[in-house]
């Protein structure tokens, strides 16, 4: 029983083992308090200009140059 609660092998749900291992290597953020989701249109919004600009690769390439 103690393994269980130690070990994050014995996790049957990958995410979970995952989440588990971050979280005894003290890497996870604590939890807050729920947020409000943003209002759709303003989702819309942000899709639009997140495709506007210049693409990931070329800022890449040109930053290798």
């Not at 979280?23 to 819309?44: H, K, S, T, W």
Request: hydrophobic share 35%; aromatic share 0%; charged share 35%.
């Amino acid at each position: 029983m103690l393994d269980a609660a130690t070990d994050p092998e014995l996790t049957d749900d990958e995410s979970l083992r995952v989440r588990e291992r971050l979280a005894a290597a003290g890497l996870l953020a604590p939890a807050g308090p729920p947020r409000p989701r943003p209002a759709e249109d303003d989702l819309i919004h942000a899709r639009d200009r997140a495709g506007q600009g210049h693409p990931l690769a070329d800022l890449v390439r040109d930053g290798r140059e």
